[in-house]
């Protein structure tokens, strides 16, 4: 009995604990905008875990994409989010207020720290959020973990986190990344312009002495009748 009750302990020392899911929460931008987040774990002690990523309620009509960078910082492990708002001009959609994420390291975990900047395209400039010490990043420079909703036009998961992170961080971010987020108003069309005038008739010979009709530029809708 003592052998079988010491093998059970020994086994229960050696086993690691569960690793718990963890929920994140990102406040949603609005409309023609850009939330950017960092969610970092700390990892103060051993190997640096793997990080599984999941979206944990709907996304509505905001695009949602998540990458890590393969340079990851010392004693963490880190991952970026970018929620692009795609509700389109006219559209009566409500926004959402936040967007819910769960993550599950490969080991137990404390749970992660979440640090966001909100609306960066319209906000004033502020404080760099945490994740722009990172560095200036390219695509590149990222692992592609997770996406959903339709992307802003010309731009993948990556290059939409990349632009993102740069906006923030008040670094510069290309026009066609603006536009693809933020399409300009469509221009209202011109009225039409109205019919011109028809050649005057030829009228009969007018003495010197008296003043000739001419048509006025431009020219009424009606020419003038003859004295």
Known sequence: MRRVLLAALVVSLASPAAAQAHRVRLA??????IAVAQVRYAVPHGPRPAL???LAGPTGLDYVAVALPRHQPRHAVVALVAVVNRRPRGSQAPDLAQVLLSTRPTRAMRAPTVTEATN????TPGSAPPACALGSLVASDLRFALRAGTPPPGFGARSTIVHALAAACGRAVPA?????VAPPAPKLPYPPLPSPCPPCPPYPPVPPSKPRIVCPVPAPTACPEPA
């Open 52 to 54: 599984r990523l999941a």
């Open 176 to 180: 066609a990344f603006l536009q693809a």
């Open 28 to 33: 949603a931008p609005a409309q023609f905008d």
């Open 120 to 123: 960066i395209l319209a906000a």
